[in-house]
């Protein structure tokens, strides 16, 4: 697969402009070291994964049965329900940092939430795909066992979403792990040969 260069970078850039502004105004951040990136890895993964869950959950046919997905999914994790939510968690990570400058997850109409799932939607496969793996290559660049550290830390992303809501995810996060795999697959293949 080849990475669309339209779209390439676009939430990893929201995010690094916030965290330059952040730094600008006094905050005494230091690099972070490869394994607090590849944890911030997973765990951009698992809040991408939460949102395409509860978004899918928004249009389940049976209300309830997503109702309760979506409640034991998030019971005692205020980190996500805050992401969610449009508040930045104690880590530092919010919607907008990511690129998403809509309504807060929590407040969308179903409609709204299916087109945010759709192919073109920011949640869709493609863009949260594109987002995680620009992630993981921003902070490997070409260095391939970066590369490998970075798509580990998408597996464990994606593992403890799977954790969180009962070892079974909707098909788009499947889907998604898929192509994010893929992208970076693809990455250090090109850089191997």
């Known amino acids: 697969m080849k990475l669309d260069s339209s779209v390439a970078g676009v939430g990893i850039n929201a995010y690094k402009q916030n965290l330059g502004d952040l730094k600008e ?3 005494k951040k230091e690099e972070k070291s490869v394994e607090e990136q590849i944890k911030d890895s997973a765990y951009a993964v698992t809040l991408s994964m939460n949102a395409q869950i509860v978004l899918f959950s928004m249009n389940a046919a ?17 980190d996500v329900l805050d992401f969610l939510s449009g508040n930045k968690t104690d880590s530092g990570m919010s919607l907008a940092n990511i690129g998403y400058h809509g309504k807060p997850i929590t407040k969308l109409s179903v409609n ?3 087109d945010l799932l759709g192919e ?3 949640f869709g496969v493609k863009q949260t795909s594109d987002r995680v793996a620009n992630f993981v290559f921003n ?3 070409d260095d391939i066992e ?5 798509r580990e830390g998408v597996v464990k992303g994606f593992e ?3 954790k969180m809501f009962g070892g079974e995810l909707p098909a788009i996060s499947y889907q998604t792990q898929e192509r994010t795999l893929s992208l970076i697959d693809d990455r250090i293949n090109a850089l191997t040969q």
């Open 139 to 141: 902070f490997a660049g």
């Open 146 to 150: 970066l590369l490998k550290k970075g």
């Open 62 to 78: 049976d209300m309830t049965k997503g109702s309760s997905l979506i409640q034991s999914g998030l019971s005692g994790r205020g």
């Open 112 to 114: 709204e939430a299916n």
């Open 25 to 27: 105004s006094g905050s």
């Open 120 to 122: 073109n939607g920011f």
């Open 160 to 162: 403890e979403a799977l």
